[in-house]
């Protein structure tokens, strides 16, 4: 199975920008879509993004749009996610997956997988 492995985070400051960085130990890119989650402490895991098929735009939530960016370097099978303007509510632990192609609509964690080990990602005041 594709193993997805997170990189980059650590200890930023409010305003800051920091680029997590998720590199697949196959092709998976090719035919799935990447996407990124996070859960921060005590809460349930959420939607952060996906990027988008064909003519679709890239999702993203409402919390992170204008902030976040996903993409790729289809050379290296990698994806990142590039953050700005990060506050204390983005501190999370941040996690890579990838969709189906059939799910590229979808926000639900159910429909992605498989999923990286997670990143922290900590944002100071």
């Known amino acids: 199975q594709v193993q997805l492995v997170e990189s980059g985070g650590g200890v930023v400051q409010t305003g800051d920008s920091v680029r997590l960085s998720c590199a697949a130990s196959?092709?998976?890119?090719?035919?799935?879509?990447p996407g990124w989650f996070r859960q921060a402490p005590g809460k349930e895991r959420e939607f952060v993004g996906v990027?988008?098929?064909?003519?679709?735009?890239?999702l993203y939530a409402d919390s992170v749009k204008g902030r976040f960016t996903i993409s790729r370097d289809d050379a290296k099978n990698t994806v990142y996610l590039q953050m700005s303007s990060l506050n204390p509510k983005d501190k999370a632990l941040y996690y890579c997956?990838?969709?189906?192609?059939?799910?590229?609509?979808?926000?639900?964690?159910?429909?992605?997988?498989?999923w990286g080990q997670g990143n922290q990602v900590t944002v100071s005041s």
């Open positions: 997956n990838a969709t189906p192609l059939s799910k590229f609509d979808s926000t639900a964690a159910g429909d992605f997988g498989p």
């Open positions: 196959g092709r998976i890119f090719e035919s799935r879509l």
């Open positions: 990027e988008g098929w064909r003519d679709s735009s890239p």
